[in-house]
């Protein structure tokens, strides 16, 4: 989550952005997603959390 935001604020910065249609449509999906992430870890907290944890390990087990 830290890197979206990290990532949203070096789009802001960059004027592209308000340019081009691909990249603005990008943008605001990255923004979507982020946005949906806090929701999820407002509703959810450490619960959330974990249980991705868990499932990312699981994945790179295999």
């Not at 830290?2 to 605001?28: A, F, H, V």
């Not at 982020?34 to 450490?46: N, Q």
């Amino acid at each position: 989550m830290e890197l979206k935001k990290i990532l949203i604020e070096k789009m802001e910065g960059n004027k592209s952005i308000q340019r081009y249609d691909e990249q603005r449509n990008l943008y605001k999906a990255l923004v979507d997603a982020y946005e949906a992430d806090k929701t999820i870890l407002k509703s959810y907290g450490d619960t959330a959390i974990l249980k991705r944890r868990r499932g990312d390990d699981d994945d790179q087990e295999g």
